[in-house]
């Protein structure tokens, strides 16, 4: 059964950094492009990075990019998301998701598993 379990979400003003990380189990993360997603209040999830199976290759919306950085440990089965300089726009509920090849991708719909979501929250 596989498990992603985000961490690290909260409540933050404007300008402030937060750490999002996501342990996974149950598959073979090495072998696991991941991505991060978001989805705020009345809106659809949308993508915000992923990062291939070696950590080779990153993705980023332009909304993040230069802010946000994605990382990985697959010695430690682990995902991270950096984000510095928030804004109460990147308010949102964030998803740790898992893809069954070594490439990422920016569509939902190509990622097999999710995990539950963590809130951050952004005042102004």
């Known amino acids: 059964q596989v498990q992603l379990v985000e961490s690290g979400g909260g409540l933050v003003q404007a300008g402030d950094s937060l750490r999002l990380a996501c342990k996974a189990s149950g598959l073979t993360f090495s072998n696991a492009a991941m991505g991060w997603f978001r989805q705020a209040p009345g809106s659809a999830r949308e993508f915000v990075a992923f990062i291939n199976w070696n950590g080779g290759g990153t993705y980023y919306r332009d909304s993040v990019k230069g802010r946000f950085t994605i990382s990985r440990d697959n010695a430690k089965n682990t995902v991270g998301l950096q984000m510095n300089s928030l804004k109460p726009e990147d308010t949102a509920v964030y998803y740790c998701?898992?893809?069954?090849?070594?490439?990422?991708?920016?569509?939902?719909?190509?990622?097999?598993?999710w995990g539950q979501g963590t809130q951050v929250t952004v005042s102004s």
């Open positions: 998701a898992a893809r069954k090849a070594y490439s990422g991708s920016s569509r939902d719909s190509d990622y097999a598993y």
